[in-house]
């Protein structure tokens, strides 16, 4: 294997980390007013055990795209100009959000204000929705190819990202993605609001399955190899399983499933574009290929012993994260709102 191919299989690898590990993180955040009612009288402790739930592992699920992106950067530095310039509003939307999200997750409990807290919560939401529906759209799209002139420019516009096949793969990451989040809050919390991500989880499975199916078929008819099937089958099998581990209401059988199902989904992707790293829609002798962008062989050297020193540790120290947090959680442990007030009191009348 070259030092190219393993590069690109590397990059796979990192955004299927991403992906299964962030994917909770947005259900959680896409489920927050619906497990988090603010109508009920402990509506905000519902939703800070939800928060609390991926509380201590969110920031670290996302290195792995900060990992992703700077090894693109590194080892394929003409895929990420194109890429980057053709997708420019759906990244810098996709940034936008994660921003806010993580603003609004931070800052949420450092005022006691309800108002406050309500536009955190609006801030969770955004950059929850919307970047799970992007994320589908962009690389949906980057399996499609694009429209790539001679000198590996972007010749499109916005709507062309806008197709059908690349919003079925933005509807297939939103809900397999909410359904991957209420599956987690199964597994992390107890009582009432466990029942209630279980009941949610199995509505979602189904409908989760049937576009995720119609996602992975469609994508191997037109863009797959022989040899994709097998991923296909294993991904077709993993999201049965999940629905079955939903109906039976065993979150630990469905939430591996959910993880198999997204590996299995973005492997995929990875795998119909190899050797390609982004066709062109224009003429394929424009092609841009794991050969034609890639790095210089000493770049990818030093890479990959970079890689080889830190990927055990950064493995290892998310898996002890894991670990430490991995207790359930439960409204009655969740003790009261104790942030600052929003505005000072008025001083005593009287007082000089």
């Known amino acids: 294997m070259s030092l190219e191919t393993f590069w690109f299989a590397l990059v796979a690898v990192l955004f299927v980390m991403y992906f299964v590990l962030e994917g909770f993180d947005f259900g959680v955040g896409m489920l927050l007013p619906f497990l988090g009612r603010r109508s009920e009288p402990d509506g905000d402790k519902r939703r800070r055990v939800l928060l609390s739930a991926i509380g201590p592992v969110w920031d670290g699920n996302e290195v792995w795209l900060i990992t992703g992106g700077g090894a693109l950067f590194a080892a394929f530095g003409g895929w990420y100009a ?25 800052w949420r409990g450092k005022i006691n204000d309800r108002k406050w807290r309500a536009w955190c919560d609006v801030g969770i939401g955004l950059g929850s929705w919307l970047p799970a529906v992007l994320w589908g ?12 002139g001679a000198d590996a420019q972007y010749t499109g516009g916005f709507f062309n990202l806008l197709n059908p096949y690349a919003l079925l793969g933005g509807l ?24 209630e991500a279980q009941t949610l989880a199995w509505r979602l499975a189904i409908p989760s399955a049937v576009v995720a199916a119609a996602f992975l078929l469609w994508t191997q008819l037109e863009y797959g190899k022989d040899w994709t099937w097998v991923i296909v ?25 959910t993880c198999v199902a997204i590996a299995g989904t973005v492997g995929l992707l990875f795998c119909v574009l190899f050797p390609n790293v982004l066709p062109s829609t224009t003429d394929a002798a424009y092609n841009l290929t794991v050969g034609n962008t890639s790095s210089s062989h000493y770049t990818l050297v030093v890479m990959t012993w970079a890689a080889a020193i830190m990927t055990p540790v950064v493995l290892a120290y998310q898996g002890w994260t894991y670990w430490v947090f991995r207790q359930r959680l439960s409204v009655g442990r969740i003790p009261e709102h104790g942030g600052l007030p929003l505005r000072e009191e008025a001083p005593d009348a009287g007082r000089s």
Request: proline content about 2%; charged content about 10%.
């Open 172 to 195: 297939t990451t939103v809900l397999v993605f909410i359904t991957h989040g209420a599956v987690f809050l199964a597994l992390k919390t107890t009582g009432d609001l466990r029942e």
């Open 82 to 106: 194109t890429m980057f310039s053709a997708f420019y509003l759906p990244l810098f939307l996709i940034l936008i959000g994660l921003i806010v999200r993580v603003v609004s997750i931070e």
């Open 233 to 257: 089958g294993i991904a077709a099998v993993a999201a049965v399983v999940m629905v079955i581990g939903a109906y039976l209401r065993r979150e630990g059988l469905s939430f591996g499933a």
């Open 137 to 148: 759209v962009a690389f949906a799209n980057v399996v499609r190819g694009i429209p790539i």
